[in-house]
């Protein structure tokens, strides 16, 4: 094999992007991004997810070359950028407030890409036309950004950051401005658009909901740290420890000191009396404190003798009326904020507040996680 | 019921009691209006006594000055229908000259003596002061006629058919005398309009270069505020605070301190040449000549309005998110290009408000120039006060007033066709 298909093959089994090793400062004391590893396939789409100040912004936009790594290497397409200028990149970009252009009607800001690329006319009419299509904006090209309502202005910026074909869009908070109705319409439209175009997706958000339903995997940042890199399922359901599982969906806590480890499963004491079983699965040894995470949908209510590996008494502290369910707020071991969800079937036995009533789980359901404080 | 309501439906609109929705409107309103009308009250006096009427009554001097008319009210009527083409005028209107003048004489009353006309003819006649005062001398001594023959007794001067040309036109209110003086024209012997002599035409090389020197400053303003105002638009608060202040720092401080700080730091023995003479640059007899003349007034008049320009262009960087760049270079366009063509054109309002109102501002200005402008450096406004306080020719005052006035609704005009007013950015 000559070097140079050596050097191809590795190249097809390299990551689309790649962080390397990357770690970012702003100002010499702090580090933002501490030390970042990422691997993304071509055509995935992949979320950044986490609180503000996390450092998930500022490693989009390093990837976008707005901002210098301090250490480490980006590659793309499997080669470095780092000393690539962002205009050099050739990636499209959607901004949190869309940075459209206000002084350039619709067609002027999707036409805007294609000039810079000395596109001739005709085919730069054909492609912006194209892309108003895509967005369902066809007829649209001649208002100005302001004339446009904010979901009208979310559709032009998605437009006009892929009508120049990049590989790569990179997507900042974008549908944060919108309202919650409209913001739900996006996700599905932009998840569509992308497995249409196949292109790749680097997505930021806070908004957990809208990474599950938007993301092929997502990784969760918190202190410039990727907490946990996986597909949505494996992140709610499999949290690797607390803050992913605080941070994804809602979760019930439960503190208390490992007493004994059995292959995966450990034996809890709580701190608020009683003692459970749960899966082992970032834990240290006999003795130190844990962090349990549980579902409040894997609550059962009044389980049968048996059925559930834990069972213990809890106090009715507060039912809210949802309609599929029953949102109920309980006192267990010491915790007043555990929530279950009590599906509405037709067999259920009302529930009062303030009665005693027994709560059970699978000790599966139930995560052993580091300690939170 | 429902028959009547759509029958009805062409009518008014009735309140519950009976009256036109629009008329209970205007009563509801009615108070909340009037109490916002009296808030604006002290504003509208203010403005009607210390804008509205000085500036009306500028207007109306520019072209009224009834000084003639004043000294002698029986010649300015008897004047009125003669004809210069038929020479001098008749034996009657002379005697009622020369009564008017003899009485005139003995008037003490402001603005009604034989000085008053003499000087208003002075402007028209350069020299022939003293041809009024000496005829007013001895015109109560003329009993009989003809009256003519002894005028041109007292003055051969009065012989001349276009002198009696100009009495008849200064004895008239209304002239236009003082914008012809205010273009460098004036009406020749025999009535028409002509240029005025080469060596009094001033007033309209001053208004061209009162316009190209606020045009030079504002451009000078420009280049200089807007990277200025784009640093400090950039900026993290803390620092572009601390610098606002520096650029603010001019306004608090009086104008005639920074003038003066001017002076010393142009004038020959001054900081900059004494520098550049320690350096060597220059040789100490070649010191340069940096103020009273143009330069001098370009500096320091640019210094003084920098922060009209730069606080609009501020205002509205301050605006334009940083995104905007990004967005542009994310879609491959070079600094340059995403520069022209998203940024600077949306600086476009604060550009216009800043241009404008340094512009508007230069070419009105008057302490600066006066101060460290010497003989070159001086504007039109200069020349305006000097007739408002030293020669007291304020009707020319006015009139080169007025001209001035126009010349600014012109280029706002001008501006409003290019920019757009509704287009300005202060703040």
Known sequence: MSLAAQQSADLDTQAFVRFEKVQKSYDGEILVVKDLNLDIPEGEFLTMLGPSGSGKTTSLMMLAGFEPATHGEIYLGGESINNVPPNKRGIGMVFQNYALFPHMTVAENLAFPLHVRNMNKSEVEAKVQRALEMVELPAMGGRRPAQLSGGQQQRVAVARALVFDPKLILMDEPLGALDKQLREQMQYEIKHIHENLGVTVVYVTHDQAEALTMSDRIAVFEDGVIQQLSTPDDLYERPQNSFVAQFIGENNKLHGKVSKIDGDIASVDLDGGGSVRAAAINVGGVGDRTTLSLRPERVEIEPAEGATDNAITGEILELIYLGDHIRTRMNVSGNTEFIVKVPNNAGNKPLAEGAKVKVGWQATDCRALDPLT | ?427
């Open chain 2, 1 to 427: 019921m429902t028959d009547a309501t759509i029958s009805n439906a062409d009518a008014p609109l009735l309140a519950a009691d009976g009256t036109p929705l629009k008329e209970k409107l205007a009563l509801t309103t009615r108070r909340m209006k009037m109490r916002a009308f009296l808030l604006t009250v002290p504003l509208v006096l203010f403005l009607i006594l210390s804008f509205v009427l000085p500036i009306g009554q500028m207007l109306y001097r520019s072209f009224h000055n009834p000084a003639g008319s004043n000294v002698m009210p029986n010649f300015a009527k008897a004047i009125k229908g003669w004809d210069a083409e038929q020479g001098t005028p008749g034996d009657d209107i002379i005697k009622i000259f020369v009564t008017d003048m003899a009485a005139a004489r003995k008037n003490r009353e402001v603005g009604k003596t034989i000085g008053n006309l003499a000087t208003r003819v002075n402007y028209e006649i350069p020299g022939s002061r003293s041809l009024f005062t000496k005829t007013a001398r001895r015109a109560g001594k003329i009993t009989e006629g003809p009256y003519f023959d002894a005028l041109v007794k007292i003055d051969k001067r009065w012989d001349n058919p276009n002198l009696w040309r100009t009495l008849q036109r200064v004895t008239e209110d209304y002239t236009l005398s003082f914008y012809l003086a205010a273009t460098d024209r004036k009406y020749d012997e025999t009535g028409s309009i002509v240029l005025a002599d080469e060596l009094y035409r001033i007033y309209l090389p001053i208004l061209w270069k009162t316009i190209w020197m606020s045009a030079l400053i504002t451009a000078l303003c420009f280049i200089i505020a807007y990277p200025v105002s784009y640093l400090l638009s950039t900026l993290p608060l803390r620092t572009s605070n601390l610098l606002m202040i520096l650029v603010l720092l001019p306004f608090w401080t009086s104008l005639l301190v920074r003038t003066s700080a001017w002076i010393a730091m142009l004038q020959k023995s001054g900081i900059i040449n004494n520098v550049l003479v320690y350096l060597q640059i220059i040789a100490d007899e070649s010191r340069i000549q940096m103020i009273y003349n143009i330069t001098g007034t370009v500096i320091a008049m640019v210094h003084i309005l920098l922060p009209f320009m730069i606080l609009p262009l501020y205002s509205v960087m301050k605006t334009i998110p940083p995104s905007f760049m990004r967005a542009a270079r994310s879609m491959g366009a070079s600094n340059t290009y995403a520069f022209t063509k998203v940024y600077f054109p949306q600086t476009i309002p604060g550009i216009a408000a800043g241009t404008l109102l340094v512009f508007i501002l230069a070419i009105g200005y008057y302490i600066t120039p006066a101060l460290v402008g010497g003989s070159d450096g001086l504007l039109i406004s200069n020349l305006i006060a000097d007739h408002i306080k030293k020669t007291l020719n304020w009707s020319l005052g006015a009139a080169l007033g007025t001209i001035l006035l126009v010349v600014v609704m012109v280029f706002y005009w001008i501006y409003n066709k290019l920019v757009g007013v509704d287009n300005l950015k202060f703040g």
